[in-house]
């Protein structure tokens, strides 16, 4: 008769289960499950974790899973609210060769947003807000600069929602993709984005509010750039004149990624400005070589 796997009392629950999944054949998810059991065991004995809590935590990840939707990402705000993403972004994305900063890639990502021509606008349709002009260059860690590299952006309205959260908006509103010219240069028009709160309906919401933290993200665009060879950059530019910009509830603001969004007083020359004078924001981006590769996206 197999004994092995009777446990004799508390003490030996840990070692128990590593022997059962000792035979893994994957080492990776062998090492990777291990660890995980390892520090959970030792979160359970370390916090004294009582049974009314463990059923707290089971929720807390049934409903992050039961309120995921082709809209909306509960389990992707949950990590980025917990700093777990920032946390994968930054030790899988350090800066050692001149590379720019890598940021979460937050819920609000959609694939197959629209191609647009440089110096298009993203804004659908007509949106209050101030007019922002972003340009930049794309290039690689030699300095060279990047034809044809995709540079795709998404960002929020005036007012802090995306597009799939308003129904104000036409559908891919404030989203586009942008192919770099021969000189690695791309451009696109759109509205200042105000910062928002993430979605607060739901299970992250809930801790939140028992953690007495505010929801809010500083204002920024998020950005996708892309070339053939290179590692797929996903980050994000903050605005350096917005509040919450030390306190983004998902930890996604590095020193590298705070932007100079300048303001240019009305009446400048040739800007239909509607009298609040219009903004700029110009931004490089360098990528290191590597698998050219993209996430699946967090909604459709
Ligand atoms: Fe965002």
Redesign the pocket.
């Known amino acids: 008769m197999n004994t092995a796997n009777i446990i004799d009392g508390e003490a030996s629950v840990t070692a128990v289960a590593h022997a059962a999944m000792a035979r893994t054949p994957d080492p990776r998810l062998r090492r990777l499950v291990a660890a995980f059991v390892d520090h959970m065991h030792a979160l359970i004995r370390e916090v004294d974790l009582t049974e009314a809590e463990f059923e707290t935590v089971l929720k807390f990840v049934t409903d992050i899973g039961q309120q995921t939707n082709d809209v909306h990402n509960e389990v992707v705000l949950a990590a980025d609210v917990l700093g777990i993403s920032t946390l994968v972004a930054l030790r899988n994305n350090p800066q050692n060769q001149g590379q720019s900063a890598a940021a979460l890639l937050?819920p609000?990502w959609r694939a197959a947003s629209p191609l647009c021509a440089n110096g298009e606008s993203i804004a659908r349709c007509d949106m209050p807000g101030t007019t922002m002009e972003v340009s930049g260059q794309v290039r690689g860690v030699d300095g060279a600069p990047l034809a044809g590299a995709k540079v795709d952006v998404?960002?929020?309205s005036p007012v802090g929602l995306?597009e799939n959260q308003d129904e104000q908006q036409p559908s891919m509103n404030l989203r586009g993709y942008f192919i770099t010219g021969p000189d690695g240069r791309y451009s696109f028009r759109t509205v200042r984005p105000a910062g928002?709160p993430v979605p607060t309906h739901g299970a992250v919401g809930v801790l939140l509010r028992l953690q007495e933290r505010h929801c809010m993200?500083p204002a920024?665009v998020?950005f996708m750039v892309s070339h053939p060879g290179c590692k797929t950059l996903i980050t994000?530019v903050f605005a350096d004149d917005c509040e919450h910009l030390g306190s983004d509830v998902s930890f996604g603001v590095t020193k590298p990624l705070v932007g100079q969004f300048v303001h240019h007083a009305p009446g400048g020359k040739d800007k239909a400005d509607g009298g609040s004078g219009y903004y700029t924001l110009n931004y490089d981006f360098v990528l290191e070589q590597g698998a050219s590769c993209f996430p699946e996206a967090p909604i459709k």
Do not use: E, P
Request: charged share 10%; net charge positive.
């Open positions: 937050g609000f998404w960002q929020a995306y928002y993200r920024h998020h994000q």
